[in-house]
């Protein structure tokens, strides 16, 4: 039996995707084959363990599913191992801790306040309770990593662990530097690319499989998949601990989790077939041509973009004195979704941040291109200079959105 009130709340959701511009970074749109295996008959099965070694009978094309997205994966990112059982980011990157530390050991990641996510160390967070945390950030005049200071903080500090990657840094990372500084320490390198994924295999980011021991990230965002992740050891990760797979495999099941969502898997695998289409580097490199153009725009109308730019999905806009909870309410009131981000050395705090965060993934998803970029660009810097401005602003939205519909 349907259950209307459901069906109700979910069509109003899809309405209100429809009829608005989506410019958050870790928000993308799905194709209808991924949405399709996510709600097909594999969402019934269990299968605690791993392929050939279940806990539960009836296993047999769910066996054959899984190792089909583990190649998948690794013929995608050209590494050896992966698993695909993850539940999402941040349970993928707490297996790799529990896989490779232990309590109390040091870890280096980039601070929050800085860019750098949740699970890199965040004293709030099980990676800062569990763990000794240490940071690096970004230099105050250029707002850009100085991997220089990353070198002696880490040469001062000697973590097991040096986590790359970040949730708001519109720039690319080196991983060759980060790959060079954990050698000098002894430290594993973890690569968190969930925000960049897609961008990584479309060849518009830096790859960091040849430097990273483990890499983990999100099969959404620009990936453009499920929620759901992988984790990757690399041919360094092999090198340096030949047992690091199967580390990794116990610390995701039994260590931190139960039966895998094989629903989720089977659409990470649509999705990693998707990238392998031609099309896929087309998309990536519209998403950064995208998001260059509109941080240029947003200059224009007298903003501060925070580094100067960006070389990727997303950019950080300084609000001047305005505040971030109040910005992203006046978008959402003009059909435009953002998120309230702090900026570098903020004053003020995270709930309510001196910036904006704005990405470019889900409008390249729709076909738009620069020229929309131009106009979506004038749109946000009208509104957040003058509120009242927003349901004047809402009418082009929808116009746009029209001609732009999510496929």
Not at 119 to 146: C, Q
Not at 200 to 229: C, E, F, I, N, Q
Request: net charge negative; glycine share 10%.
């Amino acid at each position: 039996m349907e259950d209307k009130d459901v069906q109700n709340i979910i069509k109003k959701e899809e309405e209100r995707q429809k009829g608005t511009l989506n410019m958050i970074p870790s928000e993308n749109h799905t194709s209808s084959a991924v949405r399709e295996v996510l709600s097909s008959v594999l969402g019934d099965k269990y299968a605690e363990g791993y392929p050939q070694k279940r806990y539960y009978g009836g296993n047999k094309y769910i066996d054959e599913l899984e190792e089909l997205c583990r190649e998948r994966a690794k013929n995608l990112f050209g590494v050896p191992y992966v698993n695909v059982q993850g539940y999402s980011g941040s349970p993928a990157n707490h297996a790799v801790y529990f896989a490779l530390l232990e309590p109390g050991d040091k870890v280096m990641g980039m601070s929050l306040l800085s860019g750098g996510h949740l699970t890199h160390g965040w004293k709030v967070n099980f990676s800062g309770k569990y763990y000794e945390s240490v940071f690096y950030g970004v230099d105050k005049d250029t707002e850009l990593i100085d991997y220089e200071e990353v070198r002696k903080t880490a040469l001062k500090e000697k973590p097991k662990m040096i986590i790359c990657g970040a949730t708001s840094y519109p720039r690319l990372i080196d991983f060759k530097r980060f790959r060079e500084i954990a050698d000098e320490v002894g430290a594993y390198l973890c690569a968190d690319i969930s925000h960049i994924a897609g961008l990584v295999v479309s060849g518009v980011h830096p790859d960091p499989t040849p430097y990273a021991h483990v890499v983990t990230t999100t099969t959404h965002k620009t990936l453009r998949g499920p929620r759901g992740a992988i984790i990757m050891v690399t041919h360094s990760g092999v090198e340096k601990d030949k047992n690091m797979g199967e580390k990794i495999d116990k610390a995701v099941f039994p260590g931190l989790q139960g039966g895998p969502h094989e629903n989720s898997i089977a659409a990470i695998a649509v999705c990693l077939r998707e990238a392998t289409d031609p099309s896929f580097i087309d998309y990536g490199k519209q998403v950064v041509s995208n998001c260059r153009v509109f941080a240029e725009e947003i200059k224009k109308s007298g903003f501060r973009v925070v580094s100067g730019g960006t070389d990727n999905h997303l950019l950080l806009v300084d609000l001047q004195g305005r505040e971030g909870i109040d910005a992203q309410s006046a978008l959402e009131d003009a059909g435009i979704m953002v998120n309230k981000n702090t900026i570098p050395f903020d004053e003020n705090p995270p709930f309510n941040p001196s910036g904006i965060r704005l990405g470019t993934p889900a409008l390249t998803s729709r076909g738009m291109k620069e020229g929309e970029m131009k106009e979506i660009a004038f749109l946000v810097s009208q509104t957040l200079m003058q509120h009242d401005l927003a349901p004047q602003t809402y009418k082009r939205v929808e116009e746009i959105c029209e001609k732009f519909p999510i496929i």
